[in-house]
C-alpha cells in the first residue's frame, strides 16, 4: 500500500485526531487523491482498508462530494460554478468562452494534460461572479482577459 509507506506518520497522526476510523475516511480520500492525482480504484481500495470499511463505503464517499475526482484530471481543475445566481452575473457565458479559449468539452483536458474544466453548481460565492475554482483556491471576478492571465502564468508554474 503506497498511502502507509509514504505517508504513515500522517497517516498515524490523522487517525489520533477521530474515535474512530471510519471517521478518518474524508482525510484519507483527500490524502489518495493528492498522491494519484485522482481518487482512483486502487486509492479507493487503499483507504477502505487503513479506515477498516468496505470500498463501495468509500467509494459512496468519493462519488457524492464534488471535492473529490473519481477520474483523471488535468494538473489544473478548473471548477466554474454556474448556478443561477453565478449566471445572472455572466458565469455561463464565461463557462463556454473558457471552453472554447481551452478547445475542451464539459469535464475534458486539454491536450497537454494541464487543465480539465467542469461545471460545478455553488461554490458559495454569488457576489464574486463569474468565479471559479481551481485546485480548491477561488479565483473570483473573472472575465476571458482576466483567465487568460492565470492561464498563462499556471502554464508558466507547469515548466
Not at 486502487?42 to 479506515?51: K, S, T
Not at 457524492?64 to 452575473?89: H, I, N, P
Not at 463569474?130 to 492571465?149: A, I, S, Y
Amino acid at each position: 500500500m503506497a498511502l502507509t509507506e509514504k505517508y504513515a506518520a500522517q497517516i498515524e497522526k490523522t487517525f489520533g485526531k477521530y474515535p474512530d476510523k471510519r471517521s478518518a475516511v474524508m482525510p484519507m480520500l483527500h490524502l489518495a487523491q493528492q498522491e494519484y492525482g485522482w481518487v482512483s480504484p486502487e486509492g479507493i481500495q487503499e483507504v477502505a482498508e487503513l479506515c477498516d470499511m468496505d470500498p463501495t463505503q468509500v467509494k459512496s464517499i468519493a462519488g457524492f462530494y464534488t471535492m473529490y475526482s473519481e477520474r483523471t484530471k488535468g494538473k489544473y481543475w478548473l471548477q466554474v460554478c454556474t448556478d443561477l445566481a453565478c449566471a445572472l452575473c455572466g458565469a455561463d457565458k464565461f463557462y463556454e468562452d473558457l471552453k472554447a479559449e481551452l478547445n475542451v468539452d464539459d469535464g475534458g483536458t486539454t491536450e497537454d494534460g494541464l487543465f480539465t474544466v467542469e461545471h460545478v453548481m455553488c461554490l458559495a460565492a454569488c457576489d464574486k461572479a463569474p468565479m471559479l475554482q481551481c485546485n480548491f483556491h477561488f479565483v473570483e471576478k473573472l472575465d476571458m482577459d482576466k483567465m487568460r492571465t492565470h492561464l498563462d502564468k499556471w502554464r508558466e508554474e507547469s515548466k
